[in-house]
């Protein structure tokens, strides 16, 4: 284990896959539905929440932050397996209260070295900080570089991701009942976008698919360095397609080795709802 660990929280929407092969842990949100609560990613697997999600008269699931003991209890865990600092990067404080748990946490440890990154982002705007966090470690930089590498990296990220319905976003209480009125009013598909730490609408198309040809402009405006593949719903077929056809169109071409296939999961797809397809970009310098 590189001597600066690095967390992040299941907002993120990085695969167990792939945090372990990066050495990244993550601290779960908790998830409700009903009177059922889970810990993301813990006891309520990505593929489990997705059946509970579009189950005929399921409730509509609810998150919570992941309390400041959460975040304690990785942290020793870190540096009793040999850290000598920690790099903690988290959903946008705009988007969720977790970052301030993980700072509670870090003042609970106030004599050992944390740092907490806001990223600006969520889904795998955050998973790509957490991994190029890890790279960075692993390369021997120390603690404070990390975190600065990663506030700066920040500004490059951007998440569009078409959705079936703005509904989700509404009942989670991330946009007003008016914005998802309209959209439901004129039966379109929108498409929103994650930026410093802003859901937004990026543009209102009216069919599926000119929701995923718009996604795929959005995406490959720019020469990118990383990229991801989001998806709730789609099948297996669809996911690969999309990427495909993503790939070919990036500027410039990416690097097979950054470009990763996300499922989005039980922290995020609450508020995204089942049917969307999109991915997140980290711009190239």
């Known amino acids: 284990m590189s001597r600066v660990a690095i967390v992040t929280d299941s907002a993120s929407d990085l695969t167990t896959e792939q945090a372990r092969a990066a050495g990244i842990r993550i ?9 059922q609560r889970f810990k993301a990613g813990v006891d309520l697997t990505t593929e489990a929440f997705w059946e509970r999600m579009v189950a005929p008269d399921a409730p509509f699931p609810t998150t919570a932050a992941a309390s400041p003991g959460d975040f304690r209890a990785i942290f020793s865990e870190m540096f009793d397996a040999g850290a000598d600092a920690i790099v903690c990067v988290n959903v946008a404080g705009t988007l969720s209260g977790t970052i301030k748990s993980a700072t509670i946490a870090r003042e609970m440890l106030a004599d050992r070295e944390i740092h907490i990154v806001d990223s600006t982002s969520a889904s795998m705007g955050e998973g790509m900080l957490a991994l190029l966090g890890a790279e960075v470690a692993g390369a021997g930089s120390g603690a404070a570089e990390i975190g ?4 700066d990296r920040a500004a490059d990220l951007n998440v569009f991701v078409a959705l079936d319905t703005l509904e989700y ?11 998802a009125a309209i959209g439901g009013f004129l039966s379109v598909k929108p498409i929103i976008t994650i930026k410093d730490g802003a859901v937004d609408t990026a543009d209102r198309v009216r069919t599926r698919s000119k929701a995923r040809e718009r996604v795929l402009e959005l995406l490959t405006q720019r020469p990118v360095e990383r990229l991801a593949i989001l998806y709730t719903t789609s099948t297996p077929e669809e996911v690969q397609a999309f990427k495909d056809e993503v790939v070919g169109r990036v500027p410039g071409g990416v690097d097979a080795g950054r470009v990763t296939v996300n499922p989005v999961g039980p922290s995020v797809g609450p508020h995204l709802g089942p049917g969307c397809l999109g991915g997140v970009v980290l711009y190239a310098r």
């Open 148 to 151: 600065e590498r990663m506030r």
């Open 27 to 35: 601290v779960p949100l908790e998830v409700t539905f009903g009177s």
């Open 169 to 179: 976003l509404r009942k989670g209480g991330r946009i007003s009942g008016t914005q």
